[in-house]
């Protein structure tokens, strides 16, 4: 049974930090693209960062370049979300996810496992 689980998501206040965790289980973790999504109230699910199979190669949405940190152990199967320097505008549900394939551009469909999410709010 494939499962992915977030944790690390809280309450913050602007300026600070927080680190998403997602463990998962039942795929091959170390051949799987895996990749950070967030959801705020009223707005489509959007993409922050992703991470290759190996985890040589990072990509993430311009808005948090610099801000954000995707990284990932295969020994443990997990892979992380180092956040500094939120913003107000970062609040949403964040969501771990892993996909087959990198794409050049990020595809939703690609990936094929979600996790539950976990509620990140930053306070002004």
């Known amino acids: 049974q494939v499962q992915l689980v977030e944790s690390g998501g809280g309450l913050v206040q602007a300026g600070g930090s927080l680190r998403l965790s997602c463990e998962t289980s039942g795929f091959t973790f170390s051949m799987h693209v895996m990749a950070w999504f967030r959801q705020a109230p009223g707005k489509e699910r959007e993409f922050v960062a992703r991470i290759s199979s190996g985890g040589s190669v990072t990509h993430y949405t311009d808005s948090v370049k610099g801000r954000f940190t995707i990284s990932r152990d295969n020994a443990k199967n997990t892979v992380y979300l180092e956040m500094n320097i939120l913003k107000p505008e970062d609040t949403a549900v964040y969501y771990c996810?892993?996909?087959?394939?990198?794409?050049?551009?990020?595809?939703?469909?690609?990936?094929?496992?979600w996790g539950q999410g976990t509620q990140v709010t930053v306070a002004s």
């Open positions: 996810a892993a996909g087959g394939q990198w794409t050049y551009m990020v595809q939703i469909a690609t990936f094929d496992y």
